[in-house]
């Protein structure tokens, strides 16, 4: 028995694929140069059967997740975290009463996240009594990954870079900036 995503599949065959790709460069004699060795994602295979009285259901779930690209977590025999379905096979026998025979392949991927945190902060104007309104200024934040910089926070926010180096929350020189502070851009 297997779970992928939720979903009980009664599994019979898995399989998990490691590999590489290897550059190689053709020289005028010998053997061909290597000068890289590049680790491809994992792929797995996995065959079995959706049993239950839901298997249409699990289907029409399980090719869903397929075409919309969520990532899923497979656990079986192996254990397969942060990986999409990239090829669904099913077929329908006399041998399964009720049944869907199966075949999943399931890749491991790695989804770029960004840098940028956006943290927005609310504070009140004081200094002023208006008995009937107090206005309000929102500042934004975000924190600060490797990498970051003054300049990438003026372009991603639209904020002119004096403005955001002239912040009293930002005292840190343009080389200098520490790694998960807190940067006002607004």
Do not use: C
């Amino acid at each position: 028995m297997a779970i992928l995503a939720g979903i009980r599949i009664d599994s019979e065959q898995e399989s998990k694929s490691p590999s590489v790709t290897i550059t190689q460069n053709p020289v005028e004699t010998g053997k061909p140069l290597t000068d890289h060795v590049q680790v491809n994602p994992d792929t797995f295979t996995v065959s079995g059967f959706l049993m239950d009285p839901n298997a249409k259901k699990n289907y029409d779930k399980l090719v869903s997740l397929m075409k919309s690209g969520k990532q899923v977590t497979y656990i079986g025999r192996t254990i397969a975290k942060e990986v999409l379905i990239s090829d669904f096979q099913a077929s329908y026998t006399g041998e399964v009463a009720n049944g869907i025979a199966v075949t999943l392949s399931l890749t491991e991927v790695r989804i770029a996240k960004t840098p940028l945190v956006v943290v927005k902060t609310q504070t009140q104007n004081s200094g002023k009594k208006t008995p009937t309104k107090t206005s309000t200024s929102t500042k934004k934040f975000v924190k600060v990954r490797k990498g970051y910089t003054y300049w990438q926070a003026s372009i991603d926010f639209k904020t002119p870079l004096k403005t955001i180096m002239s912040f009293p929350e930002n005292p840190w020189p343009a080389r200098r900036i520490p790694i998960g502070v807190m940067m006002r851009v607004k």
